[in-house]
């Protein structure tokens, strides 16, 4: 395919908006960071997932095969990023009242219903830490053999002060930073060092294996670099995670495959940023909203997609129930005006053009999307516009052409009935005000005659 524009991505490493090019002709490697399965996803942690899903949309837009590899981190992922505290998942049993092992799967299939619901493409390969406990074994082993590693009371840990160009992606003052902070039962030689592999101490866990120094589970971060590994080699194309995983978890897995195979692991580095509710950021152990929060209060998961779409994926995006109705509102309107066109017509060259440069410039989503509308109120044809708006959904992943039944809830529904009995006594003054609100709660009364009232969202 010949578009007018090579797609362009911000390269977190050199802080620049770069040509992408593949390592391989037409193929796409492309490594994207999990959920810890401890406790539901928040639809913080699900706006990064479905920037990972307009990525690989527009990638194969552009005529890439993409082999999309994401973990599972079902074990090692301590409460602390300095390597102290408690495993998430021991944790998340203790509160659940569960098994380790137990709560890592009901997680994991809440998890990906979230993504079903939200259109989401699932991954190429799926791949769980705890199924890999050989190959990260293996990887910490190596490094051991390359003189990076060392021995503390609590576990093997890498040493940073080996590798020059440590904290490169963040870029962390190594230097600057105070030497032999004390870990929980453990001294690092400097702050930025990090564990491998940790012993299980005295106290017996539920997920532990056996290993060359000892009865333990690896770290957080030698997961992803073992699996990657070994599902798109020493070297691929792309990186994908939280801006959060930039300071600790992304320059981690840097170092450790720099350390191992003499090169970086990754050629692009992308982030998506935070949502964040009152202007504070969206976290499972602080401010937290799942995506069934959302459908309570009756607005469909695409309405969430949708309000995604209006920000760049490397700017917050800060929620609000207004904002989520306006987008709510707004896919309801684009999927009856689209009901409206007929069928037959074909993608518009001009106005794919010009979405595909839209798209291919770093993913520039509310451009694309506003870009949308304006194909309704253009003058091609009405087949050819619901062709070139089907092909624009290719990459929305709207589901555009589906009609969904709108959830009223109760509050509104009884409003509803008590209205059209108003107005079936006559009481028509009383009826104007419950219309009113009723349509401050955002919905629409449509009424056929005195006899039946329907609701849709405004």
Known sequence: MNYPSPVQLFNTLTRTLQPFRTIRENEVGLYACGPTVYDYAHIGNLRTYLFVDVLTRVLRLNGYQVKHVMNITDVGHLVSDDDSGEDKMEKGARKQGKSAWEIARYFEQVFFTDLHQLNIDLPSQVCRATEHIEEQIAFVRELQEKGFTYRTSDGIYFDTEKLANYGELAKLD??????????????????????????????QRQMEWPSPWGIGFPGWHIECSAMA????????????????????????????????????QANFWLHGYFLQLSNEKIS?????????SLLQQSYTPLAYRYLTLTAHYRS???FTWQGLSGAQTALNRMRRRLADLPEGGQVDAAFRERFIVLVNRDLNMPQALALAWQVFDSDISLEDKRATLLYFDRVFGLQLERNEEIIVPAQVQVLADKRLALKQQGRYQEADKLRDEIVALGYQVNDVGNHTTTLQRR
Request: net charge positive.
């Open 316 to 318: 917050h995006l800060n």
């Open 174 to 203: 190594k230097k600057g930073l105070a030497s032999g902070i004390r870990v929980e039962m453990a001294e690092k030689k400097l702050p930025t060092d990090f564990a491998l592999w940790k012993f299980s101490g005295e106290q």
């Open 284 to 292: 499972k152990s602080g401010t937290s909203m799942r995506l069934e």
């Open 229 to 264: 590994e070994k599902y798109l080699g020493k070297r691929f194309d792309i990186h994908v995670g939280g801006e959060d995983h930039i300071p600790i978890h992304h320059t981690n897995e840097i170092a450790q495959c720099e350390a191992k195979n003499g090169h970086i």
